[in-house]
């Protein structure tokens, strides 16, 4: 035997630890259906069977609920998916576990990645074939690209959550943050429908600003500078790394 | 597992991008939208032919004339198909929800014109796309068919009619027996004497006539080449026309025959005169009734032999649009008429002396003469009133504001609030260089935007080789080369010419046959004909190459009456032969007609060789023998 010498495979215990987060997420189908099909359900209802204006209304909507689309799953995952797992001290038995603690981590953005994924694919399947969504290939693909590693921030957001949180208010709390600060972002309907107050509130939404990130793909933004909405995510996502990290220190102390 | 995974999975999400439907499923072009260009931003719009803007848009920081008035810098809004608002600068739409904005195009560097008007021209067939395919947008014709007017001027106030320009017409004019107008074979009314011209005025407007055009040429003027209506004809038709409220012009062609149609109240002149300079009186007259002056400089330029269309078939910009029947016109000639060559420097000054004085000049070509077209030619007769010493202004102000304030044509002309968006984007700046009117680069018609036709690229054609053609020995129709010989008269365009062919033998040579053409050429088409046609391409539009041939032979005779024959021939897609006339006898002649002397012809492209009678009205028969290509 040689258990000692054998250095362990940092990417394999990645691979290894995501694909069963992903395996046991799939079957677990109250979080899987959901997440994917709410905003496939709302971007078919607003954006195409009672679409305003069939020349652009499939385009931008199909935008704001990936937007949408991508945020559940990071909140989910990270912010219900911890909670429950503190909750159940299967979180604990990890840590005395000899994986390392960015296998956890890296196993649940891959997990939130792989639903990103999932769900773009679906809305951009849907876009095109009954909203017919034409975009140029570069907008496809930056577009996806934009909304994938656009989930980042909400990772970080739900990582906090998820240590604050107790399992059983967790998912209550995450909804109640997750779906009104989408609407409020205007991924529901275009922000310009919202009363002037409510629009002026949105900038300080993270989902606001992927949005509008993701719009300057195809010229439907308000127009502010990206580097405003860079800023505002990157800010986001320091902001909560540093208050998870906070978190699970004061957890170690307890 | 895993390393299935690694390729099968990128694979996929390859797969579904390149999936992903593109608009107007074309591949991104290097010259399309690229990351790059999407960095400002308004939606750029720089390939037009990928992305044409209609109904809804904005013109940015463009050179704008509105047909009267020029701006350095304008924003020109269009909304629903109409110009709605024309500012220094208008609000940016970066705050307007996304749904209402509508596309930007930078007009930086550019200048925004109204569509031109060509004031005079005769419109049939395809004129009316040849016109809109060079930005002339209206055309006010003086005498055609109303069966073809008619059509046309439905069609103007339709919206969608964004394919051929607007077109208003006299339809048929006012001429005396055998007059200007007449020579043309049309069986048309004509007026004898003023007591006709009440009922003259009152059928061309049932037939849909806009105004009233009449050909006069006074008793004192020097030159009497036609027949003309008299005096007293003239004022009755004045007086007939603004009975109906309709303008009346008149056609002329000296400074006599002028100042009395003006005299007698007429609207306008058409043509400047050749024969001598406008004197002060005559200018005087002028303003004093408010008329104006189509000069059509260039026709005049055409028939004293100083057209020069080189320099308009010289740039890219013209010749990537122009039809083959277009620059076969544009390099036609008059015959020479004699006329001096100061006679159109006398038409040039006499412009220039009127437009100084304030009077109204309108820009007009007087296409399709010779050496004229439908469209381009517009430009050419700008060029000519900027030779003629007007400033760059007037003369964009003869082609688009001042015809609408003495014609009803609406805003035709116009860009100001309300008036239908016809306009053109050129590339460059008219009011330095008039030839820039030919610079354009977005052409839109009734807010829709128009794609420039391109020529059509030519094939090469199959090349023919010295030999006979037909004896006539065994078959008529037959022939060794190309796709035959047939019968062909003016019924093709709507005339009512007739012609019989039948193969004859030879009382001396029994063997030997030939061919014998009796017809009768009668009146009902402008250029009545008879006779037959040697089609050499496979069918009628396509050509041959005759680069190797350097004449055509035959043998020919007159039956009694017969003295005179035609041989036209026609370029392919082209229905204005080049002719050669032969004086026939009533004896069997040899004939060679040389290839070489058709200075304008492209032998790599020649469709069809008809030997016919043509313009003489009347029976004939003439018999041909041994049709050969040398």
Redesign the interface.
């Known amino acids: 035997m040689n258990l000692v010498d054998k250095k362990p495979n940092l990417l394999n215990i990645f691979?290894l630890e995501s694909k069963t987060e992903t395996t046991r997420l799939l079957r677990t189908p109250g979080f899987s259906i959901p997440t994917l099909l709410f905003p496939i359900m709302f971007y078919t209802f607003f954006g195409i069977v009672f679409s305003?204006?069939p020349a652009?209304?499939p385009t931008?909507l199909m935008i704001t609920y990936a937007v949408f689309g991508v945020i559940g799953p990071a909140l989910f995952s990270f912010g219900v998916g911890i909670a429950i797992e503190r909750g159940q001290g299967w979180f604990d038995l990890k840590e005395v576990s000899p994986m390392p603690a960015s296998a956890y981590i890296v196993s649940r953005i891959t997990l939130t990645f792989f639903f990103s994924?999932a769900i773009i694919?679906l809305l951009?399947l849907i876009g095109?074939i009954f909203g017919e969504?034409?975009?140029?290939?570069?907008q496809?693909?930056?577009l996806?690209a934009i909304f994938v590693f656009g989930s980042l921030p909400f990772c970080a957001i739900g990582m906090t959550l998820g240590l604050y949180l107790k399992a059983s208010s967790a998912p209550a709390t995450v909804n109640l943050i997750y779906l009104p600060m989408g609407f409020l972002s205007g991924l529901w309907l275009?922000i310009?429908?919202l009363p002037e107050v409510m629009q002026q509130f949105a900038n300080l939404l993270p989902p606001y600003h992927l949005a509008q990130l993701a719009?300057k793909i195809t010229?439907?933004d308000?127009?502010f500078p990206v580097f405003l909405h860079l800023s505002v995510l990157a800010a986001y996502t320091l902001i909560f790394v540093f208050l998870a990290v906070k978190a699970y220190h004061k957890k170690d102390k307890k | 597992m895993r390393g299935k995974l690694i390729f099968i999975v990128p694979i996929i999400l390859v797969a579904f991008f390149i999936m992903l439907p593109e608009p107007n499923d074309r591949p991104m072009t290097q010259n399309g939208a690229t990351p790059n260009s999407s960095s400002t931003k308004s939606t750029s719009v720089e390939n037009s032919s990928v992305n044409l803007v209609n109904g809804n848009f904005i013109i940015r920081e463009v050179r704008f004339y509105d047909g009267v008035n020029k701006l350095e810098r304008a924003d020109v809004r269009i909304t629903d198909f109409k110009v709605s608002n024309v500012a220094e600068s208008l609000p940016q739409q970066t705050k307007l929800p996304e749904t209402e904005r509508v596309p930007e195009i930078d007009g930086k560097g550019k200048t925004l014109i109204p569509g031109l008007i060509d004031s005079h021209t005769h419109a049939y067939m395809d004129a009316l796309s040849e016109a809109i395919n060079f930005g002339v947008m209206t055309e006010l014709d003086m005498f055609t068919m109303p069966e073809f007017a008619n059509i046309h001027q439905v069609k103007r106030e339709q919206l969608d009619n964004t394919n051929s320009a607007d077109l208003f017409s006299a339809t048929i004019l006012a001429t005396a027996p055998g007059g200007h107008g007449t020579q043309f074979g049309s069986d048309i009314p004509v007026l004898e004497n003023s007591s006709q011209v009440d009922a003259f005025v009152l059928q061309r407007i049932e037939q849909g006539a806009d105004y009233i055009k009449a050909v006069y040429n006074s008793k004192k003027a020097k030159r009497k080449n036609f027949p003309s209506i008299d005096h007293d004809t003239l004022k009755a038709l004045v007086i007939a026309a603004h009975q109906h409220g309709k303008l009346l012009v008149v056609h002329i062609d000296n400074l006599v025959s002028a100042r009395e149609a003006i005299e007698l109240g007429a609207d306008g002149i058409i043509h400047s005169f050749m024969d001598t300079l406008v004197d002060d009186s005559f200018v005087k007259l002028m303003l004093e009734k408010k008329a104006f002056m189509i000069p059509t400089l260039t026709v005049q330029a055409s028939m004293t032999q100083q057209i020069d269309n080189k320099d308009l078939l010289a740039r890219d910009h013209n010749v990537a649009h122009l039809t083959k029947l277009q620059t076969q016109q544009l390099k036609t000639n008059f015959p020479n008429f004699g006329i001096p060559p100061e006679a159109f420097a006398n038409a040039m000054n006499s412009v220039k002396l009127l437009v100084n004085a304030g009077v109204t000049v309108l820009a007009g070509s007087d296409a399709p003469n010779s050496g004229i077209s439908h469209g381009i030619s517009l430009h050419a007769e700008l060029e000519l009133l900027a030779k003629a010493g007007l400033s760059n202004q007037q003369i964009l102000h003869s082609a688009t504001g001042a015809v609408g304030q003495h014609f009803s044509i609406g805003n035709r002309g116009r860009l100001i609030e309300d008036s239908r968006a016809t306009m053109i984007l050129l590339d460059g700046n008219p009011f330095e260089n008039i030839s820039d009117t030919q610079k354009i680069s977005r052409i839109w018609k009734n807010g829709k935007e128009f794609e420039r036709v391109l020529k059509p690229e030519s094939v090469a054609n199959t090349v023919f080789s010295p030999g006979l053609i037909n004896d006539f020995n065994q078959k008529i129709h037959k022939t060794l080369m190309g796709a035959g010989l047939g019968e062909s008269t003016d019924q093709f365009a709507g005339g009512k010419s007739v012609v019989e062919l039948a193969l004859i033998k030879d009382s001396r040579t029994p063997s030997d046959q030939y061919l014998k053409v009796i017809g009768e050429v009668k009146q009902g088409f402008m250029f009545p004909w008879s006779g037959f046609s040697y089609l050499l391409g496979k069918d009628p539009q396509s050509g041959v190459d005759l680069s190797n041939i350097s004449a055509i032979r035959f043998k020919a005779k007159g039956g009694s009456k017969t003295t005179q024959l035609s041989v036209l021939i026609f370029q392919s897609g082209s229905m204005h032969p080049l002719q050669e006339d032969l004086i026939l006898t009533q004896d069997w002649q040899d004939f060679k007609v040389e290839l070489a002397q058709f200075k304008n012809l492209d032998l790599t492209d020649v469709a069809n060789i008809s030997i016919v009678r043509t313009q003489k009205t009347g029976q004939f028969e003439f018999m041909i023998d041994n049709l050969i290509f040398e």
């Open positions: 691979f305003m204006n652009t209304m931008y994924a694919i951009f095109a969504v034409r975009l140029f290939r570069w496809w693909v930056s996806a275009p310009n429908f719009l010229d439907m308000l127009g």
